[in-house]
């Protein structure tokens, strides 16, 4: 690559960045029946696995691991989607979550799907920036999400 574009390329990944959603004091307290918020709950924990095991193989350099585990368990295709899906507002878990937060869960779920065709695109050393920012839209949509909603019931909270 020509030297001269070098800068060029940093500044168009790092003007997509902006600031993070700044946690409310007041989070909006979604009620689930009991056996719900344990698979929701344990449903995040896998998320944060997931996000874990990406990170692990990018410092692999294993990008096509990475696009695979952000389908298979963070992607509109893995199962763990179902209730942010378009369609299904009378599933289970989907009639208890307010539609934004509904929404907020697709777009995590449309970013991980993007993560992975741009992962699986990335062929040599100099991609891996642009990989990385598209891993953290993904992220900023827990982030989003998790600034403005809770779990009632919780620790002894109403
Ligand atoms: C659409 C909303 C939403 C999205 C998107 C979301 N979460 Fe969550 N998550 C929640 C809520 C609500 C809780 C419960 C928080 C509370 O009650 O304080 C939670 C809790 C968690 C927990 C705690 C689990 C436990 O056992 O206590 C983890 C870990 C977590 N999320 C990880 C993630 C990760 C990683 C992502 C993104 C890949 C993500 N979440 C995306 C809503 C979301």
Known sequence: MKLFLIPLLLFSVSA???????LKPERHAVKLPRDLRESFLENMRDHLSA???IQAAL??????????????????????????RPGMEMADLAKFMPENMRAIGFKMHSAADQFAVDAKNAGTDSDYR??????SKV???????????????????T
Do not use: M, W
Request: proline share 5%.
């Open 51 to 53: 996000v874990s095991e």
């Open 59 to 84: 410092a692999e350099k294993n990008f096509d691991k990475a696009a695979e585990i952000a389908k298979n368990r963070l992607g509109l295709d893995a199962p763990s989607s179902a209730a942010c």
């Open 139 to 157: 992220t900023r949509q827990c982030v989003s999400c998790h600034a403005q909603y809770r779990l009632a019931n919780r620790q002894g909270k």
């Open 130 to 135: 642009a990989v990385i920012d598209s891993l």
């Open 16 to 22: 997509s960045a902006s600031p993070l959603p700044e």
